[in-house]
């Protein structure tokens, strides 16, 4: 297990929960608006944080914390991911698990397992547009569709969500992302933001006129569509 960051205390990232956040490190993808660029792009294993000092963390807060998010990079590319979510539930937390869906098998291992409570995935846009929006050719199409797939026919609490970058994104492809899944199932859109660790700097957000805009042009055809931040 390569843990390549670790953040106490969220009370945004897990709904209605108080969490930390393990970030996995490595992806599969190289997206360029990625914000967790060293994660991604660094997979020395210099900088690995203990797995026994996260557990020795989450022992002391058993009262405070109610999740652990598991983020990254790309948590299920890691060959233990089970092994550490075992771990975590034993404990008594609950786990969101937050994916690109490129590994629907794993991901469906784990639900049956019942080790995971709440699932962000990403999906990074119109599957005509991913190869530019991941960094390279996207071999996982397929995969991404299984994955939708079995998050919309289990039970498992779920939402999808796709960070907008102005050079990447258009309001058709959005509609087009739309389609992928039950107009019911809650969909969120994230304004990109540069920040240092991006892996590729020199694109943009929308503005707040231009994300009204979107979201008056399509809370009709997609009224589950939350845009964060507005
Ligand atoms: S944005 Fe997510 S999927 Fe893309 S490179 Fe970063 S961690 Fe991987």
Redesign the pocket.
Known sequence: MEIGGFQKVTLLDFPTKIACIVFTKG?????P?????S??LNTEDGDLIDLEEIFSYLEKRKKVLDGVCI????PLIQKNIKELLIKIKSMGFLVKL?T?G?NPITLKELIDLKLVDYVAM?I?NSFSKYDIT??GVNPFVENIKKSIEILEETNIPHEFRT?IVKELHTINDILEIGKMFCPKTKYYLQNYEESDNV?KKGMHGFSSLELEKIKNSLKKIMPNLIIRGI
């Open positions: 992806c599969n993808f190289k997206c608006y990625c914000q967790n660029g994660l991604v983020s990254g990079g790309e937050d690109n490129t990403d990074k991941v960094g960070t892996i």
